[in-house]
């Protein structure tokens, strides 16, 4: 049984109306965030969060045993402005927890931090050499984002919205947080944005869990049962990356589920050699061979794979349309994620050599974003999406379904 323990109180939010802000390419700041680089639309952004206890998956760790908590996080569009002081990265973390999950969650903001800093603080964009703050520590880094402001304001609403819900799952290793700008980008365009931790931390483990994992079928449907909650509209969309993609493509096939799926680079894109996908990503080959998965609903499929081409060993496998997008230009496997960015808010106070590259790779995320945001307003006008605006910086196919992919 799905139980959340939160008590709704917040205003009802109109879907705003699509707008098609082209993002500005310069560098953020600490006063403004990221998004001097990517413009929010017309709605302020509410921040709460909530725990949610699934049933369906015992967890046991750090003095806790019962069902497990996800702790979530979720973002959507005020009916009003708001003149309070946004909330900092530092505060979107804090929440009250049950005493016998303080534990648990003291370890989680632990291993959150070694995420972000392993992923995220550790090498500079392309080349992979070490980052160097000397004579700051990365702990200096970490406490110098945490006073940095978002553009989210803590409040709660009165009753379920009426918006279209999003949601997120992070990649292996991943974090909730870990694409804030995504989530206030969606959320002050009209759209609800859910996202928790989907690994928990575990005794005498890296992060999370290992890669690999196979089956994550439970907590994906507690996540997107828990969003509609939420609300009163009956759209849903999955958002994933990287192994949260390859969740999608495996799960995603119950009817009426969601409604839309963009799926951030499952990292399988570019290969062809079966029997190397079959080594590596186990779960996702048995759900395509043995199972014969087959997904029915629009699917924005991005990969960097640089080539101006559909990918392949994903054809066929969507009844409706999906679109294959990859960046003309390099774009790196985290900078899907906004925490990849966020060292840039204090590149003052702690320089690092390859700022104006990762710029570069901000500018590509913030269009990456754009073309989400014309998608999913495709989505919710039962239309095609016009792509012709996007081909400057991407190679967009439009993937045959699978009875067209039969025929060939």
């Keep these: 049984?799905?139980?959340?323990?939160?008590?709704?109180?917040?205003?009802?939010?109109?879907?705003?109306?699509?707008?098609?802000?082209?993002?500005?390419?310069?560098?953020?700041?600490t006063r403004d965030g990221l998004a001097a680089a990517i413009p929010l639309g017309p709605h302020a952004v509410g921040f709460f969060t909530a725990l949610v206890?699934?049933?369906?998956?015992?967890?046991?760790?750090?003095?806790?045993?019962?069902?497990?908590?996800?702790?979530?996080?979720?973002?959507y569009p005020l009916a009003q402005p708001v003149d309070d002081a946004p909330l900092t990265y530092g505060e979107l973390?804090?929440?009250?927890?049950?005493?016998?999950?303080?534990?648990?969650?003291?370890?989680?903001?632990?291993?959150?931090?070694?995420?972000?800093v392993t992923y995220d603080l550790s090498e500079q964009v392309s080349t992979c050499a070490p980052l160097d703050f000397t004579p700051h520590?990365?702990?200096?880094?970490?406490?110098?984002?945490?006073?940095?402001?978002?553009?989210s304001h803590r409040a709660r609403p009165e009753g379920p919205l009426d918006v279209p819900m999003i949601v997120y799952h992070h990649?292996?290793?991943?974090?909730?947080?870990?694409?804030?700008?995504?989530?206030?980008?969606?959320?002050?365009?009209?759209?609800?944005?859910?996202?928790?931790?989907?690994?928990?931390?575990?005794?005498?483990?890296?992060?999370?869990?290992?890669?690999?994992?196979?089956?994550d079928t439970r907590a994906l449907h507690t996540l997107i049962a828990f969003a509609r909650t939420l609300t009163e509209s009956p759209d849903v969309v999955f958002i994933g990356h990287s192994w949260g993609a390859q969740v999608g493509w495996c799960h995603l096939d119950e009817p009426g589920l969601v409604q839309a799926f963009v799926s951030m680079e499952t990292t399988i894109e570019p290969k062809t050699d079966l029997a190397e996908i079959a080594d590596k990503w186990p779960f996702v080959h048995e759900a395509f061979t043995l199972r014969d998965q087959r997904l029915a609903l629009p699917v924005l499929h991005f990969a960097n794979t640089r080539v101006d081409a559909p990918f392949a060993y994903f054809a066929g496998r969507n009844t409706a349309e999906t679109l294959d997008v990859s960046a003309r230009a390099p774009f790196e496997h985290d900078a899907y994620t906004s925490a990849y960015f966020l060292r840039l808010l204090v590149r003052d106070r702690f320089p690092q050599p390859d700022t104006d590259l990762l710029q570069e790779q901000l500018a590509l995320y913030a269009e990456h974003l754009r073309?989400?945001?014309?998608?999913l307003d495709a989505v919710g006008r039962h239309e095609p999406m016009d792509v012709a605006p996007f081909r400057e910086t991407f190679f967009v196919h439009r993937a045959a379904p699978r009875a067209a992919a039969q025929e060939r």
Excluded at 93 to 116: C, G, K, W
Excluded at 137 to 148: F, G, I, N, P, S
Aim: glycine share 6%.
């Design 93 to 116: 973390r804090e929440r009250q927890v049950p005493e016998a999950l303080e534990h648990v969650y003291a370890e989680l903001l632990s291993r959150m931090d070694e995420s972000l």
């Design 171 to 215: 990649g292996s290793q991943g974090t909730s947080d870990e694409n804030v700008a995504m989530a206030e980008f969606l959320a002050s365009r009209g759209w609800g944005f859910v996202s928790a931790n989907f690994h928990l931390p575990y005794e005498d483990m890296p992060y999370g869990l290992h890669e690999g994992v196979t089956d």
């Design 53 to 75: 206890e699934d049933a369906h998956d015992r967890y046991s760790q750090y003095g806790y045993d019962g069902a497990a908590p996800r702790f979530v996080q979720v973002w």
């Design 1 to 29: 049984m799905l139980r959340a323990l939160i008590a709704l109180t917040l205003v009802l939010a109109p879907r705003a109306p699509a707008q098609d802000v082209t993002p500005r390419a310069v560098a953020p700041s």
């Design 137 to 151: 520590t990365t702990r200096d880094v970490l406490d110098a984002l945490r006073d940095v402001p978002t553009a």
């Design 371 to 375: 073309m989400i945001g014309a998608f």
